[in-house]
């Protein structure tokens, strides 16, 4: 525990980093599954297939492979990305991509009938999907995001390998400096689940505030 105090300020600057990491590829991530799960859905071939193939081709590669081509490898073809850059590129690249599925399948599951309504209401594809089929979609793929976010939380550890200073690169610094392997690891196993449970509560939340709006239209509308 002594450790752990001495060096609290290293891991918690870790912290931030993690934090900062975690909310930037979250961000783009989500913009890139909802781009490429419509994408999936479009009436145009050559946008379904471009999409189809980008998802195919980052769920079949590691994120470790990605963050190392992006950051060593880009330079040899003349494209210097710092290692910020490449660690939320990266990280949003692939997570984009199983995220993406994720879109696709709460947009199919919501019922013919709703896009019917919509066509019969003459509206446009645009706003069939804005007014009609996304909102529902959303409370179904609330729990996949959730689930997103956990796993991306957890794989922001692997930017260490680019020698972004984030909590699992400061706590392998303070191991190779104390010696005091396990009062370390465990503080940061703790630390990740402890962010991932507050991940989870929230979401949670948003999910159920969500349902309770849907809801009350529906109760508004009848």
């Known amino acids: 525990m002594t450790v752990i105090i001495e060096w609290s300020p290293l891991l918690l600057n870790g912290l931030i980093q993690t934090l900062k990491l975690f909310f930037m590829a979250v961000v783009l991530d989500l913009a890139i599954a909802v781009l490429i799960g419509l994408s999936r859905l479009s009436r145009y071939r050559l946008v379904r297939v471009a999409a189809n193939v980008y998802m195919e081709f ?12 992006l950051y060593f490898a880009l330079p040899f073809l003349g494209v210097r990305l710092t290692v910020w850059q490449a660690a939320v590129g990266g990280l ?11 879109v696709r399948g709460a947009i199919l599951s919501v019922p013919k009938e709703q896009q ?12 069939r999907m804005r007014y009609i089929i996304f909102p529902q ?3 179904a793929m609330m729990p996949l995001l959730a689930n997103e976010c956990v796993l991306l ?13 984030e909590l699992t690169e400061q706590g392998h610094s303070i191991i190779v400096r104390t010696y005091a392997s396990v009062p370390v690891l465990v503080t940061v196993l703790l630390i990740y689940f402890g962010l991932a449970q507050i991940i989870v509560i929230v979401l949670r939340y948003v999910e159920i505030r969500i ?8 109760l508004v509308q009848g």
């Open 58 to 69: 980052f769920r079949g590669i590691s994120l470790y492979v990605t963050l190392f081509w």
């Open 92 to 102: 949003a690249l692939v997570h984009g991509a199983y995220a993406s599925e994720y």
């Open 116 to 127: 019917e309504a919509g066509i019969a209401l003459n509206m446009s594809p645009y706003q």
């Open 137 to 139: 979609a959303l409370v």
């Open 153 to 165: 939380l957890k794989a922001t550890s692997v930017a260490s390998l680019i020698t972004l200073a």
């Open 211 to 218: 349902s309770y709006w849907k809801f009350r239209d529906r």
